[in-house]
């Protein structure tokens, strides 16, 4: 099925930023934290499964102590280590709809925008 390979998981190979070339999942940003924190509890209050809860809190505690660190505290353990806990959660797809087969006169026309996309990310250029 087409959007499990959208997933982000622990085996999949970590996508990286256009802008930095770091893995996207070594980045922290206070606007992301928030944002996934948001979609979470949108998640959370229309949903159930403990495994929201679990990466809801996660990303809940990864937030406060990286908010803490950027206001002063400098507790660069204590942001390891809630980042640690939240691997799992921050910047994943976690809640991947089941997608739906496209027809052929329309995968043709996607896999040759992704084919040049990735001659464009490779340096080949168009």
Do not use: C, W
Not at 47 to 67: C, K, N
Not at 101 to 124: M, N, P, V, W, Y
Request: charged share 20%; no cysteine; net charge negative.
């Amino acid at each position: 099925r087409f959007s499990l390979y959208q997933r982000r998981g622990a085996s999949a190979a970590p996508s990286v930023s256009m802008e930095s070339g770091l893995p996207d999942h070594a980045m922290l940003d206070l606007d992301k934290l928030s944002y996934d924190e948001d979609q979470l509890s949108y998640l959370l209050a229309h949903s159930t499964g403990p495994e929201l809860a679990a990466h809801a809190s996660a990303i809940t505690g990864l937030r406060s102590a990286y908010g803490r660190f950027l206001a002063g505290s400098h507790d660069s353990a204590e942001v390891a280590e809630a980042a640690s806990v939240a691997s799992g959660s921050y910047n994943r797809a976690l809640n991947v709809p089941d997608g739906f087969e496209l027809e052929t006169r329309h995968a043709s026309g996607i896999q040759s925008s992704a084919a040049a996309l990735a001659k464009a990310l490779r340096g080949d250029g168009f």
